[in-house]
């Protein structure tokens, strides 16, 4: 789906048209958009019908910005191990197979547009350890797994994570590599 939104003023703002589409038929005028942006969404579209929406709706020299923030790391080496084991070993078999591309920061995303270089981003944070917790449990593994086995996985690691994290309203450093695919149409 693609939808609008702008945070901030007023709301409705009146230069704003709000819709809510599929990515791959979006309702608007040939030739009316100079960017199309997908956010943390392009490894859930049907790509051939999403790329021939982009290569329709966009403007000559338009631009289509794809991005992704990938696997998280968190601040202490014992920390990072506990949650690098919970991604991957605890609730790694549950995510969807298109998470292999957030993964791999969309490096195997068949993109047919002429890529343009990005500068590398991280996107950062500094979080407790509850807003730590909060975040596993908005996962889509997570609410798999819980949905299989019928307890939250969470919980077995908040006491290993509560061992080594301090205090658990000392905030850590969360960090998420950013992949972006930048491209403009051929």
């Not at 790391?73 to 014992?78: I, K, L, Y």
């Given at each position: 789906m693609m939808g609008f939104i702008i945070r901030g003023g007023n709301l409705p703002c009146p230069l704003?048209?709000?819709r809510v589409a599929s990515s791959e038929c979006s309702g608007?005028?040939?030739?009316c958009a100079d960017i199309?942006?997908?956010a943390q969404a392009l490894h859930w579209f049907d790509l051939d019908r999403f790329y021939a929406e982009v290569m329709r709706v966009l403007k000559p020299d338009g631009l289509l910005a794809a991005w992704s923030y990938g696997v998280l790391?968190?601040?202490?080496?014992?920390v990072n191990s506990i949650v690098q084991h919970f991604y991957h070993d605890d609730v790694g078999s549950y995510w969807p197979s298109e998470r292999r591309h957030v993964e791999t920061g969309y490096q195997e995303i068949d993109f047919p547009f002429q890529r343009i270089a990005t500068p590398i981003f991280n996107m950062k944070v500094?979080?407790?350890?509850?807003?730590?917790l909060g975040y596993f449990r908005s996962w889509s593994a997570t609410a798999k797994f819980i949905k299989v086995?019928?307890?939250?996985?969470?919980?077995r690691i908040e006491s290993k994570l509560l061992a080594y994290w301090g205090e658990a309203n000392q905030l850590r450093t969360i960090e998420w590599p950013l992949a972006?695919?930048?491209?403009?149409v051929i």
């Open positions: 704003v048209e709000y608007l005028d040939k030739g199309i942006v997908a790391s968190v601040e202490g080496d014992e500094r979080w407790n350890l509850g807003q730590l086995h019928d307890f939250d996985p969470v919980s972006i695919l930048l491209g403009k």
